[in-house]
């Protein structure tokens, strides 16, 4: 069974920074893609950020772009997301999502974890 | 980059009923195409990918279609388990976006 676990989420000031986690188990972490979707409260769904299976491609969205680093460990079977200079509009649940593909092109999420909570404030 | 436009933003319907969400890309994603179901307090889940099909699992009431820039979430018979937000997503380069999603409510 795939499992998707994240942590890491908690309150964090504005201009601060902050790493999130997710732990997977049940599939051959080392050939997919990674991925990163985030939800901020009440709202809808927004791609973050996408790592190759090997971690030689790395993607982001333009609104985290030069902020947010993503990076994966794959002894550890491990995908994690730095996060600096954290904004309000940052607020959000991030997910955790297991690609079909190696690579994000051509690809979707086909298992989710529960998602972690960052919340932005002062 | 690419932006997905959905419609409606929500509806009201009621078991039994037909109901189809419309997903419009802003250049040819090709088949590039993906469908995911979002109870409330739940995770997202894979409905369909690749335009047309349908996740393991997934009834077959459930329907994609298109291709280009216009896509299509068909409901053949809406069922209490149903009532969700529904999101698209295009892959056609590795700079995905998600269209507002669709909440499909019971009237």
């Known amino acids: 069974e795939v499992q998707l676990v994240e942590s890491g989420g908690g309150l964090v000031q504005p201009g601060r920074s902050l790493r999130v986690s997710c732990v997977t188990s049940?599939?051959?972490?080392?050939?997919?893609?990674m991925h990163w979707v985030r939800q901020p409260p009440g709202k809808g769904l927004e791609w973050v950020s996408s790592i190759s299976w090997n971690g030689g491609n790395m993607d982001y969205a333009d609104s985290v772009k030069g902020r947010f680093t993503i990076s994966r460990d794959n002894a550890k079977t491990s995908l994690y997301l730095q996060m600096n200079s954290l904004r309000p509009e940052d607020t959000a649940l991030y997910y955790c999502?297991?690609?079909?593909?190696?690579?994000?092109?051509?690809?979707?999420?086909?298992?989710w974890g529960q998602g972690t909570l960052v919340t932005v404030s002062s | 980059d690419i932006q997905m436009t959905q419609s409606p933003s929500s509806l009201s319907a009621s078991v039994g009923d037909r109901v189809t969400v419309t997903c419009r890309a802003s250049?040819?994603?090709?088949?590039?195409l993906n469908w995911y179901q979002q109870k409330p307090g739940e995770a997202p889940e894979l409905l369909i990918c690749?335009?047309?099909s349908l996740q393991s699992g997934v009834p077959s009431r459930f329907n994609g279609s298109g291709s280009g820039t216009d896509f299509t979430l068909t409901i053949s018979s809406l069922q209490p388990e149903d009532f969700a937000t529904y999101y698209c997503?295009?892959?056609?380069?590795?700079?995905?976006?998600f269209g507002q999603g669709t909440k499909v409510e019971i009237k």
């Open positions: 690749a335009t047309s």
């Open positions: 999502g297991k690609g079909a593909k190696p690579h994000g092109s051509g690809s979707y999420v086909d298992n």
């Open positions: 250049q040819n994603i090709f088949n590039y």
């Open positions: 997503q295009q892959s056609y380069n590795s700079l995905w976006t």
């Open positions: 049940g599939f051959s972490f080392e050939d997919y893609a």
